[in-house]
């Protein structure tokens, strides 16, 4: 039932089919009735509208046309119904709509001659091919080429691309085109450019090789295969070249319209060079070999510039120029020859030359031969017998017919010197490891006259055609195989019985040889011998009308050959008297020419190939035409050779077709290109694919295109191939129409078509559904609206009749009331008429009365009124007047107070400047005054110092004095000195308290002082705050006018100059690169030379090597790189636990961190406050000590901060020696010796602890004791206040008073210590509780947090959110633990430090105890102020001595691993190194300096150039270098470059040396790093580029698949690789280079250049892959490209680099893809294309709508039309010429300034990187 089906589906109603037209081979007509089986006839519409009956029978249907979403396929293969219609119109439509000119057919490129030059070839399209599989990207020569070497690798096979077609057909193009692509990619990797030589020899063979025809200006008149040899790194080492059959009679005969080889018109065009006036050439026209074909130009060729370049060519492959001018003497003596006049002699059998013919004198000049031998043997041959030999005379035609042979054998000889000189340039002594061979060779010919040159053609193409079917054939069987699916012998044309027919045994070339044998053969004996020896034959016929000619059957079409000139062609007979002429030539060069076979063998490769390359032409053993061999003899052994060379490689093949006779670009004739397909074998590749399965889908591809025709439980079914097996099982009953393989399904022909149309129909099913509800929706709310639209006219008219009811009641109403009102009134005016008249009578008796009182009234009232106005209008007139002049008064007042202004204003105008200058002057005196407070403030600090030095002294005379009372009391014992003393002590404590109180006036004037200054400072801030705004509104007002022309002006002026620096800056920086890769090539050689000095043998690596690597994976934390315990911590935190290197575990530690530090802060924050309210309520007190208290207890501040301070310096360096004493007897001091000291010093320590309680507990007695006899004095002072002390009247003694004052001051200030330090810790303790409560209500709200989330679950997701919260909680205990553990020990290992330090102290303290007695002191106060000497700090400098310059390079260059320091500073090495480097200055030494630098830059390129794929050392040294160039600008010394630098960094400047120079040399070095990181990135990410942006499915569904046909096939990739990529495969590794560049300290300058390179490669590759490829231009590409962008945008914005440029880069790539989603039909959508797509070039915006390919047959194809309406559009536009970008442009790069907040004096250097040979200075 459904064989029954398919077969009647294909010819319904309105199916398209292809029938037979004269004019245009096929045409396309649609059935417009359905075909029964048994109808002659079928009802066809054409086009054109027409109807047609088609008469028809069973087995001869029409052919069907393919769908249109199939048209227009990279692929013919792809095409779901295979024949001849189908292939020209899909390469019609490819040609003439899309422009493109290349089609895969199976295995074959199919090319088509455009006739005019595309911009397809450049070095950017060949990089882009560069490493894609065949069939990903659009069809090219290129992948082609890339193909063949990519099996060559991978394969290690030979390779062969066979390029064939029509005279003008392109061959030699696209074989120069491929050549040019394996120079390019497979570049020589030594100086000898041998891939230029390649490329070298194809003008030189084309200038002797090439002629214009009829159907080509530059046609190879020869047949070419190019060995290319590569060594096994795959670069290109020497090229071979064999030849075939040279059209040798084109040198002596052209047809109409024909030319010689272009070398003889480049040699005329160039004649008048003065080298060569010795030829005596002129032009062309002159000379009959060069004259016969008509015009001697060819339109657009430069003969002169062609010969030009063939020069070149000939000395770039090393030809001498004495060679070269012998060759064009030979050259040029071919035309003189060609121009000698022979006559005939009277008899007619004989024939002379003229006499003084020029012609054969230069013909004999210029070879160096005999004029006399030469004129003779011209015209005169001779013969040879058994018995003697004669002379002979030549009739004029034999003599002609010897002069053309003589040219035609010169020629030939030369031209195989030549290759054969080609060939010696291009040999090289390198092993070949393989090669890759381009054959370019002539097409199948047949024309009106086919004679023995197109039967050799033909004859070559039979060979080539069988080879190439049987290649297809094992293709398609390997193929098979390999999807492991069974398969039947395919039947292919096999003809092997045509090619028996021309070279077997008495075949045609063996009948021809032995007709040449015979003494008196002629082509007709030959002809008669072949109609008798081959009639029988298949492939052989005898014309009915002649009797000299033949016709042979081959593959592409029966060709009749004409008998004449066989014989003579394949004798190709040369006299011997002439040779021998030319062998003695004075001339080296000619005498070889014609030797025997000594220099006709060219030199084979010496490498190992995998077959023997032999020459194409046999040495040729003697000049004896007996024993010469035939033409066609040789022909056959060339062929024969070459088809061994073929069959030993992987054969690529290219197919050139013509599309017109006329030569016309763009211009598609449908007869020849289907004569030329059917020729070189493209329709019998379709032949053998539809005979077997052509239309291959892979599971993934069929599944994502048919699962619209599946069911939801074969959906849910998670394995896709059993899903797809029933799938074809359902819609599909006959099993031999398709089969499943292992990877792929195969389809017979017509069976992709089939499912398509079962597609389209679920489809349209799928489309009339939605329609029909759609319309039903419509429907219903038209039929709403309509019955809402009836209710409301329906209400709208029932009112208007109520309304009008209304009325007519309201009027019947109306007109009663008006009758009865009219009624009314006419009754009431009667009455009134009646009233008024007595009213009349009335008013007039009464106004007479009235109206005489009214007069004198009158009167009176007038009186008044006019009084009244007189007064008023004087009023008023006085008013106006005083109004009139106030008003004129104030017009002139304001009119010059507004002139006053205006003039004022014009003088603010014009002197804008002025305010500026006041501005900055101002500006200047607020700096002075600010200086000045400076200093004034700096003079206040020196005041205050003074004057604590004057109290200080002040008090050291009081105690002097006080001693000296002391003595004098003792000795005088006298009341009255004691009286004048305590005199003297009294005006000294009032002389102190005017000092204060001097002081204190001081301190007020200068704070008034001060104040004053504060509020002028902020008046004259306010005055010129005033003045910028006034300076800015007048600005404004002056440049609104000018304001577009100055900013135009100044982007213009900017944008020229940012343009000039960008171009400085990018040509700079290519200097640097070329510098590099010069510097690199040096490196390379240096090493080769060393390695051939080397002797051969086993070679050990030095032992250093082993031990570069450690085994551990992170550093070790020694114990003396330790200063405290806070650095402890923080070593700990950073080098982490023992698997830091795990993202989760950082990322927790961080977090924890982070928290620590903000509660810290937070704490910090507290502690500052609480201080500084401490503070404020300190100097709110008010001090009730009297003065010499307060001095006495400045005095005892300063002293015991003195002692601290010395106690504390003391510490620091006991802690120093004490690390070098552990670092010096680290490896020498014995375990057990280290416990018994440690015991020891445990034991002295116990005791000194003990002492240490004792003397505290002595001082808490003595502190009660004063304490207690304070308060008992206050009390006894409080009870009895009049009362009199108890000693009162005893003589008190002044030491007594002074010390019962002291002890009191002492007990005092120990109380205050006491309460001080109490309170403190309660409030710490308090501030720790309330710490300790936010963190736990913290804690609190996240549980609670957590609580709530989980609630919000599912029971399963609970379980799992419980799991991986307990996981991390438990995470963080493990890591608190592990860091409080670590601490703890840290703290041990800081202890036992300060043990030893303590036990050196107490050994110090005993020694000086038994030298030195303690002298007794008193038992009061006493203050020891203890002297010390001064430690000298660190200045950051780093001593070394010059023998250890080498091991500091090693250690900290050349050994270094990034991961070593990585808990460290960043950029630690460019730290020390600069420390180095300041130590060199300091010392002056500028010989350290220069070699210290000079060792490091050598060290880093040594380390990049061995880890030149590492981007993990690449950007380690980036930063380092970065930062050591940022160092030697820092502390250059340079004003410029120490803005941000603090004192202390000041200090560390250089002061000796100026180091410009090595910081132009680091920046060159940083460069050429910055070059290196981005060729690494670019590598690990172009790989993922296309499948990631292009390819794969980010929106999932969306994209749909099209069929491919033979795309990705086997034989193209690698097994088993899968190379897709996702676009999170691209961020993650985004993300590492960015964390990497981070954790090295990069400048986030520069890792922004970086990403927006980075970016910059990514559009490039995306749209030149977008540019080159049919299959990703469609609406689904384009928002799958889109989604892509965002997510790259979206990136950015979280790694804030959106700032860098890097998003603007992939502006090219957002338009092209806005253009795939834009609509393409109307004029409106080419202008808003138009509009949009600015980032676009014209050509890339044609080439993506010429690519643009439907993935459904709802979508339309881009017309035409509407191309050239977007063209039209964009014709003005001034795009550059190039369709792609260039991927391998590099935007120049910057390093600004980036200063360091580090001093160098903080910077520590661990033990692990070995360099305790540093001693810090």
């Known amino acids: 039932m459904t064989q029954l089906f398919i077969g009647t589906w294909r010819h319904m109603e309105y199916t398209r089919v292809w029938i037979p037209d004269k004019e245009e081979v096929w045409r396309s007509a649609e059935i417009i009735k359905d075909y029964k089986e048994g109808d002659k006839v079928l009802q066809l519409k054409l086009e054109d509208e027409s109807v047609l009956e088609y008469p028809v029978a069973p087995a001869s249907l029409p052919h069907l046309r393919n769908p249109d979403i199939l048209v227009g396929e990279n692929d013919l293969t792809a095409l779901s119904y295979l024949h001849e219609p189908a292939v020209l119109h899909n390469l019609k439509v490819r040609f003439l709509e899309s422009n493109h000119i290349y089609t895969y057919c199976g295995i074959v490129l199919v090319a088509i001659n455009p006739y005019e030059p595309l911009p397809i070839y450049g070095e950017d399209v060949i990089y882009a091919y560069s490493g894609q599989n065949m069939g990903d990207m659009d069809p090219h020569i290129f992948a082609v080429a890339e193909e063949a070497y990519k099996q060559m690798a991978r394969d290690e096979k030979n390779q062969s691309i066979i390029v064939s077609g029509e005279s003008g057909a392109g061959k030699t193009v696209s074989a120069k085109y491929a050549m040019r692509y394996f120079a390019t990619v497979g570049g020589s990797s030594s100086e000898t450019n041998v891939e230029e030589k390649v490329l070298a020899s194809s003008p030189i ?610 007109a009663i009331c008006l009758q009865k009102q009219y009624r009314m009134i006419r009754i009431y005016r009667i009455y009134q008429i009646i009233r008024r008249s007595a009213i009349t009578i009335q008013s007039f008796t009464r106004g007479m009365f009235d109206r005489r009182a009214y007069r004198e009234l009158l009167c009176q009232h007038k009186a008044k009124v006019i009084q009244k106005h007189l007064r008023g209008w004087i009023a008023r007139k006085n008013f106006v007047k005083f109004r009139c002049a106030a008003i004129v008064i104030q017009c002139y007042y304001r009119r010059m107070m507004a002139r006053r202004e205006l003039k004022q204003l014009k003088i603010e105008a014009r002197s804008a400047e002025h305010f500026k200058k006041l501005s900055v002057g101002m500006e200047n005196k607020v700096v002075q005054l600010q200086r000045k407070i400076d200093e004034q403030n700096k003079e206040h600090k020196d005041l205050k110092e003074q004057l604590a030095s004057v109290t200080l002294t002040r008090t050291t005379e009081v105690e002097k004095l006080q001693k000296q009372l002391e003595k004098q009391r003792q000795n005088q014992q006298d009341d009255n000195q004691l009286s004048s003393l305590q005199e003297e002590i009294e005006a000294l404590r009032a002389e102190l308290a005017k000092s204060k109180d001097e002081r204190k006036i001081t301190e007020d004037l200068y704070m008034n002082e001060k104040q004053q200054l504060q509020q002028r400072i902020s008046e004259l801030e306010d005055e010129n705050t005033q003045l910028k705004e006034d300076n800015e509104e007048l600005n404004k007002r002056n440049l609104i006018r000018t304001e577009d022309e100055l900013t135009q002006s100044a982007l213009k002026e900017n944008q020229e100059i940012q343009k000039d620096l960008e171009e400085e800056r990018a040509r700079y920086q290519n200097l640097v690169k070329e510098y590099t890769r010069l510097e690199q090539r040096y490196d390379n050689l240096r090493e080769e030379v060393t390695i051939i000095k080397q002797s051969p043998g086993h070679r050990r690596n030095p032992s250093n090597q082993s031990s570069l690597e450690s085994d551990s994976n992170y550093p070790s934390i020694s114990t003396s790189e330790i200063g405290d315990t806070e650095d402890t911590v923080m070593e700990v935190e950073e080098v982490g636990l023992e698997k830091a290197a795990m993202d989760m575990t950082l990322f927790l530690k961080l977090q924890k961190r982070v928290r620590e530090l903000e509660l810290e802060r937070k704490k910090l924050q507290n502690q500052l406050d609480k201080k500084e309210q401490q503070e404020n309520k300190k100097s709110q007190v008010i001090e009730t000590v009297n003065d010499t208290d307060r001095d006495t207890d400045i005095a005892y501040n300063n002293l015991k901060r003195q002692e601290l301070e010395s106690e504390n310096k003391k510490l620091k360096n006991d802690l120093n020696e004490l690390r070098k004493a552990i670092a010096d007897s680290a490896g020498d001091t014995d375990p057990n010796e280290e416990s018994s000291g440690y015991t020891l010093l445990l034991n002295q320590l116990k005791s000194a602890l003990e002492e240490l309680e004792v003397r505290k507990e002595e001082v808490l007695i003595l502190r009660t004791q004063i304490v207690n006899s304070a308060q008992k004095k206050d009390s006894e002072k409080n009870a009895d206040s009049d009362a009199n002390w108890t000693n009162s009247n005893k003589e008190m003694d002044q030491d007594d008073a002074i010390e019962a004052y002291h002890g009191v001051c002492e007990t005092n200030r120990l109380l205050e210590a006491q309460l001080q330090a109490q309170s403190q810790q309660h409030e710490d303790e308090v501030e720790a509780l309330s710490d300790q409560i936010e963190a736990l209500k913290e804690e609190l709200e996240k549980q609670q947090q957590v609580l709530l989330q989980a609630m919000q679950l599912s029971p399963e997701a609970q379980v799992e959110f419980g799991l991986q919260y307990e996981i991390t909680r438990l995470t963080n205990e493990n890591l608190d633990l592990k860091e409080l553990l670590e601490k703890s020990e840290k703290n041990e290992k800081k202890l036992k430090k300060q043990l030893k330090i303590y036990l050196k102290k107490v050994q110090e303290s005993e020694g000086s105890a038994d030298i030195i007695q303690p002298e007794r002191k008193r038992p009061e106060l006493s203050r020891q102020v203890t002297v010390q000497r001064i430690e000298k700090d660190f200045q950051g400098m780093l001593e070394f001595y010059k023998e250890d310059e080498p091991l500091l390079i090693r250690n900290l260059i050349l050994d270094l691993k990034p991961q070593l320091i990585s808990t460290s500073v960043p950029c630690l090495p460019a730290y020390i190194l600069f420390m180095c480097i300041r130590h060199a200055d300091y010392v002056n030494d500028d010989q350290k300096v220069h070699s210290l630098l000079t060792s490091t830059i050598n060290g880093i390129k040594k380390v990049l150039k061995k880890q030149n794929e590492d981007f993990q050392m690449t950007s380690f040294w980036l930063s380092n270098s970065s930062r050591l160039l940022h160092c030697l600008k820092q502390y250059s010394g340079d004003e410029g470059f120490m803005t941000s630098n603090s004192s202390k960094q000041n200090d560390h400047c250089l002061r000796n040396f100026d180091l410009t120079e090595y910081r132009q040399v680091l920046s060159d070095l940083s460069i050429q790093i910055y070059q290196q990181l981005i060729k690494i990135a670019e590598g690990l990410l172009q790989p993922m580029i296309v499948s990631a942006m292009l390819e794969n499915e980010s929106i999932q569904g969306l994209s749909g698949v099209k069929p491919t046909g033979y795309r990705k096939r086997s034989s193209s990739m690698v097994d088993g690789g899968d190379n897709s990529y996702s676009l999170e495969a691209v961020i993650r590794q985004l993300n590492l280079l960015n964390s990497i560049m981070c954790e090295h300290g990069l400048d986030p300058e520069i890792i922004q250049q970086v990403f927006k390179q980075l970016f910059y490669m990514i559009n490039a590759v995306a749209l030149n892959n977008l540019l080159l490829r049919k299959d990703v231009c469609s609406w689904s590409t384009g928002m799958q490209l889109r989604y892509n962008i965002s997510q790259l945008e979206e990136w950015l914005r979280g790694k804030n680099l959106h700032n860098s440029g890097a998003a603007q880069t992939m502006e090219p790539l957002i338009h092209a893809a806005q253009l795939l989603q834009l609509k393409k039909k109307t004029q409106e959508d080419s202008e808003a294309i138009c509009s949009l797509c600015t980032a676009l070039t014209t050509q890339q915006i044609v080439k993506i709508l010429n690519l643009y390919t439907p993935v459904n047959e709802f979508e339309e194809r881009v017309t035409v039309s509407f191309i050239r309406s977007i063209q039209a559009q964009l014709q003005d536009r001034k795009d550059p010429p190039q369709l792609l970008l260039d991927s391998k442009y590099m935007f120049p790069v910057l390093f600004p300034f980036n200063p360091s907040l580090i001093t160098l004096d903080t910077v520590h250097i661990p033990d692990s990187l070995s360099l305790k040979f540093l001693n810090k200075v």
């Open 205 to 814: 063979m084309e200038a002797i090789g090439n002629a214009k025809t009829t159907r080509n200006d530059n046609s190879s008149r020869f047949g070419k295969y190019i060995q290319i040899g590569f060594d096994k790194r795959y670069h290109i080492i020497g090229a071979n070249m064999r030849t075939y059959l040279l059209e040798k009679s084109r040198v002596v005969f052209q047809a109409e319209d024909e030319r010689n080889y272009h070398i003889f018109y480049q040699l005329c065009a160039s004649s008048r060079l003065p080298e060569f006036a010795d030829l005596s050439l002129s032009q062309a026209e002159d000379f009959f070999y060069t004259s016969q074909g008509g015009d001697t130009v060819i339109d657009g060729v430069d003969d002169a510039d062609d010969f030009e370049k063939t020069r070149q060519a000939f000395t770039l492959l090393g030809v001498k120029e004495s060679h070269q001018m012998s060759i064009f003497n030979i050259i040029a003596s071919i035309l003189h020859l060609g121009n000698i006049e022979i006559i005939s002699e009277r008899d007619g059998e004989s024939s002379s030359l003229l006499k003084g013919d020029k012609y054969l004198n230069n013909f004999c000049t210029l070879l160096g031969v005999e004029h006399d031998q030469m004129d003779h043997w011209l015209c005169h041959r001779k013969l040879v017998t058994t018995s003697e030999t004669y002379v002979k005379n030549m009739s004029i035609q034999q003599a002609l017919n010897a002069r053309n042979a003589l040219a035609k054998h010169i020629y030939a000889q030369l031209f195989n010197w030549i290759v054969q000189h080609v060939n010696k340039a291009l040999h090289t002594t390198s092993k070949q490891h393989s090669f890759i061979g381009v054959l370019d060779i002539y097409g199948f010919e047949t024309f009106e006259i086919n004679s023995f040159e197109q039967f050799c053609i033909n004859y070559a193409n039979e060979k080539l055609q069988q080879q190439f079917n049987s290649h297809v054939f094992k293709l398609e069987q390997e193929e098979y195989m390999k999807e492991q699916i069974p398969w039947t012998l395919i039947d292919f044309y096999d003809n092997q019985p045509c090619i028996d027919l021309i070279e077997a045994k008495l075949g045609i070339l063996d009948l021809l040889d032995e007709e040449c044998k015979v003494p008196k053969g002629t082509d007709q004996n030959w002809a008669q011998k072949l109609y008798d020896r081959h009639s029988s034959s298949q492939h052989f016929k005898k014309p009915r009308m002649s009797n000299i000619s033949f016709i042979i059957i081959h593959f592409a079409d029966k060709v009749e050959y004409q008998c004449d000139g066989f014989l003579e062609k394949n004798r190709d007979t040369v006299y011997e008297e002439q040779i021998n002429i030319l062998k003695a030539s004075k001339y080296q060069l000619v005498a070889d020419l014609f030797q025997d076979g000594k220099d006709l063998v060219p030199p084979t490769p010496s490498g190992k190939s995998k077959i023997n390359v032999r020459p194409a032409k046999p040495a040729i053993k003697n000049a004896n035409k007996e024993h010469k061999k035939t033409v066609g003899h040789q022909f056959r052994n060339s062929l024969q050779l070459l088809m061994e060379t073929l069959n030993a490689t992987t054969p690529h093949y290219v197919r050139c077709i013509k599309p017109n006779d006329e030569k016309l670009a763009f211009s598609f004739d449908p007869h020849r290109a289907v004569q030329q397909l059917r020729a070189c074998g493209v329709l019998e590749t379709i032949r053998i694919s539809a005979a077997g399965y052509p239309s291959r889908w892979t599971y993934h591809d069929f599944f994502n295109r048919y699962r619209v025709l599946m069911n939801k439980r074969d959906l849910s079914q998670s394995d896709k191939k059993i899903t797809c097996k029933n799938l074809m099982e359902n819609l599909i009953k006959d099993p031999d129409k398709f089969q499943f393989g292992r990877t792929k399904i195969f389809f017979r022909a017509g069976q992709v078509a089939y499912l398509e149309k079962l597609r389209a129909d679920k489809f349209r099913a799928a489309t009339i559904m939605i329609q029909k509800t759609v319309r039903g929706w419509l429907q219903r709310l038209k039929y709403k609206r309509m019955k809402a639209a009836a209710i409301t006219i329906q209400r709208y008219t029932r009112g208007y009749l109520a309304r009008r009811l209304t009325d007519h009641l309201r009027k019947t109403k109306a």
